[in-house]
Structures are given as C-alpha cells and as structure tokens.
C-alpha cells in the first residue's frame, strides 16, 4: 500500500464522458461523495490514532497511507466536479454543502465508534464496488472518455487496496464480540442507506437537467435508462451487502483482480 499521485486534468472532459447519458450522471453524482467524505474519514482516523498506535504500530502505518491516499482522491474530486459545476450544474453546490454540513455534525457530536463504524460501512462499499467496476472496465473502455474513466479506476483501485483499513481499525478498539458484529453492521446499513440515497438525489438533479433539452421520446428513453441502471445496481448491491454482514467478513480475504494489481503497479508513487 503506497500513495500515488497521478497526474489529472479534467477541462477538456465533457459532464456526457459515457455514451449512456444516465451512466455518466449516475458517476458524476458519485464524484461529489469524495470531496466531502475524505476529508471525514482523514478525521476519524486521525481520532483513532493515538489508540491504535500504543496497540499496534503497523495499523498506525497503513492509518498514515490510507490518509495521504484520500487526501488525493478528495483533490482529484475537487476538480473533476469544478468542471461539473461550469459546465451547466452549479446546483450541485448545495448538495455539497449538505453532505459537508453533515460530517462536521457527526464529527463533533457522534461518539468515534458511529464515526469509525460509518467509515468502515462506507469502504466495505468501496471496495465491492471496486471489484464489480474491473469486471465491467472492458466495456467501459470502448464507450467513455479515457480521462474521466482513468479517475474512476485509480480511485476505486486504492479503495480496494486499502479495504482492511478501517474494518482492522474498527475491531481494534472495539473487538469481535457480536455486539460489535451488529455495529459493525448497522453501520454498513446507515451509511449504504445515506449515501445511496445522497447520489440518487445528485443524480435526479444532474438527470433532470439534461431533459430539459429533451424530446418526450428522449425523455422516456431517459427515464426507462435510469430504472434498468437502478434495478441492476441494486440487484449487485444485495449480493454486497450479504457479504459485508456476514459475521466471516473480512476485507483483507479478497484479493485483487489480475487487471487492478497491473494497473496499479502502472503508476508513479513519487510525488509531485
């Protein structure tokens, strides 16, 4: 686990980057999660290291990677949707500053076991989200802008890499009791809930946007492309989800594809 510092620009790519429209809104929704939720997971983690570097200096390491890792992604985000807000969606803005408002609650008013449980839910998802994204990653070559697909690949690599991270964090500090099997789940449960429910929201904003520019027909073609994208996604989602609240779950067991390892060896760790 290294962080890695690509090189990313973003002008030149249009908010259309696939040739599905919805697919490419439903990504774009996605991107404004990371500008938001980064920054919080940097925080929590930097709660919880005092306590797991008495217990276990390794962990604190990889607390120290995984942080200089979401640091990028939040910076790469940043301006990814800075390219979404000039080019015809500055609405987004508001949704912004609802997810922001929400962590700094959390962080000043939640207790560090919702915050490290929430943290854990939200990189199970990363990570099963990773592995479903290098399977499709084929198709999604010959129909997408390289660029934006390039932010996607390596951000969704690094969750996969550091996918143990704040599960290991997370029973470090409060065991592997069945107590702490159901919070571990609940939290999966809120934050897959919260989240889902936030880019729904940023992708019916992006979406409806777009149609108004549309003939009927188009609209209805739209809307028939949003529910099948929906159906599918949630269908993937419950085979996830029946993995992560397994009381045998355990990240550090799922090994990467062939096609991520290659990718991520392709490159430069040193920074700029």
């Known amino acids: 686990m290294i962080p890695r510092y690509p090189k990313m620009a973003f002008e030149a790519v249009e908010p259309h980057w696939a040739r599905n429209r ?17 920054p919080y997971l940097v925080r929590v983690m930097l709660k919880a290291l005092p ?20 640091v ?60 479903t994204f290098f399977e499709v990653l084929p198709l999604l070559e010959g129909s997408t802008d390289p660029q934006a697909l390039e932010l ?3 951000h969704l690599a690094e969750e996969f890499e550091h996918r143990h991270v704040c599960f290991e964090v997370y029973h470090k500090l409060y065991g592997y009791g069945p107590i702490a099997w159901l919070y571990r789940c609940w939290g999966y449960l809120h934050a897959y809930r919260h989240l889902t429910r936030f880019m729904d929201a940023v992708a019916d904003y992006l979406i409806e946007i777009d149609r108004k520019n549309m003939t ?37 067991k799922k090994q990467p594809s ?8 392709s490159i430069p760790s040193a920074a700029p």
């Open 152 to 154: 996607w690949k390596w």
């Open 72 to 131: 990028e992604h939040c910076k790469r985000h940043n301006a990814f949707n800075k390219m979404l807000r000039e080019k015809g969606y500055p609405g987004i803005s508001a949704f912004e500053k609802q997810l922001s408002d929400e962590y700094k609650d959390w962080l000043a008013n939640r207790s560090l076991r919702f915050n490290i449980a929430y943290a854990e839910g939200f990189e199970a998802m990363g990570s099963s989200n990773a592995e």
């Open 22 to 38: 919805e697919l490419a809104q439903h990504y774009n929704a996605a991107s404004i999660v990371p500008s938001h939720i980064e």
């Open 258 to 265: 062939m096609a991520m390892t290659a990718y991520l060896d």
């Open 51 to 70: 306590k797991i570097a008495k217990r276990d200096p390794q962990l604190a390491a990889d607390i120290d990677i995984f942080n200089k890792q979401e």
């Open 216 to 252: 009927p027909d188009q609209r209805e073609k739209s809307k028939a492309r949003v529910m099948a994208h929906r159906k599918m996604t949630r269908k993937r989602d419950m085979k996830q989800k029946l993995a992560v609240l397994s009381p045998f779950y355990n990240p550090s």
